[in-house]
């Protein structure tokens, strides 16, 4: 079936510096890709998405890369700050499923001072 | 309201019991989704609502779980004779319509059962 997953479970990274949070998808015909972020105690909140017919997306602070030939995206973000620290998640819609997304098992990132 | 909100946040419970966990979505959002979470996992899909009707109901567990929306507004899930490997944090999400929409998440109902 289909899959989605993240290359690293965990990240650490210098206040800072650039953070790179990398996903792969098992479905050639996914045509819409999400970025969430979970802190704490919390629900998972939209970053940034993007479809296929772009292979990239900038938003404030994040950028999203898509290559389509690979089947990989990536989350980037710029000037990593303390309150970047959380779990990322990538999903993409399951294929001919209606409204099911499905969910890579996450990248906990965490931000040196 | 304002956002996604569900109740209770936590709820502990003794294996058999029933429990019922609450969903209100966004005004106006038709969508509405069941996920659940263990610690440290990934989210795992359980069912979906467009208005009232289910159409995918892939995810449910077992036949101890169901879930039903009244109103296209509020939803309930409810898990009979609890086990313990159902303790986890169930999340609930809505969004305009579905599919291919950006779902907005409550904070969870976290569930222990003893």
């Known amino acids: 079936g289909e899959s989605v997953g993240l290359h690293l479970p965990t990240l650490s990274v210098q206040e800072g510096d650039n953070s790179i949070i990398n996903c792969a998808y098992s479905?050639?015909?996914?045509?819409?890709f999400i970025w969430y972020k979970q802190e704490s105690g919390k629900g998972p909140q939209f970053i940034i998405d993007?479809?296929?017919?772009?292979d990239k997306r900038q938003g404030q602070r994040v950028t999203v890369l898509l290559n389509k030939t690979v089947k990989h995206l990536s989350l980037q973000i710029a000037a990593t700050q303390p309150g970047d620290s959380a779990v990322y998640f990538c999903?993409?819609?399951?294929?001919?499923?209606?409204?099911?997304?499905?969910f890579g098992q996450g990248t906990e990132l965490s931000v040196k001072p | 309201g304002a956002g996604v909100s569900q109740s209770p946040s936590n709820k502990v419970t003794e294996k058999g019991k029933d429990v019922e966990l609450r969903c209100d979505p966004i005004?106006?959002?038709?969508?509405l989704y069941w996920y659940r979470q263990s610690l440290g996992q990934g989210l795992e899909f359980l069912i979906y609502?467009?208005?009232?009707?289910?159409?995918?109901k892939s995810g449910l567990p077992s036949d101890r779980f169901s879930a039903e929306r009244t109103g296209g507004s509020v939803s309930t899930l409810t898990i009979q004779r609890t086990q313990q490997e159902d303790s986890a944090v169930y999340l609930c999400?809505?969004?305009?319509?579905?599919?291919?929409?950006?779902?907005?998440f409550g904070s969870g109902t976290q569930l222990s059962v003893l």
């Open positions: 999903a993409v819609p399951a294929y001919n499923q209606g409204g099911k997304l499905i």
């Open positions: 005004s106006g959002h038709t969508a």
């Open positions: 479905n050639s015909a996914s045509d819409y």
């Open positions: 999400a809505s969004s305009l319509r579905a599919p291919n929409e950006k779902l907005f």
């Open positions: 609502f467009q208005g009232n009707s289910a159409p995918d």
């Open positions: 993007i479809r296929s017919n772009m």
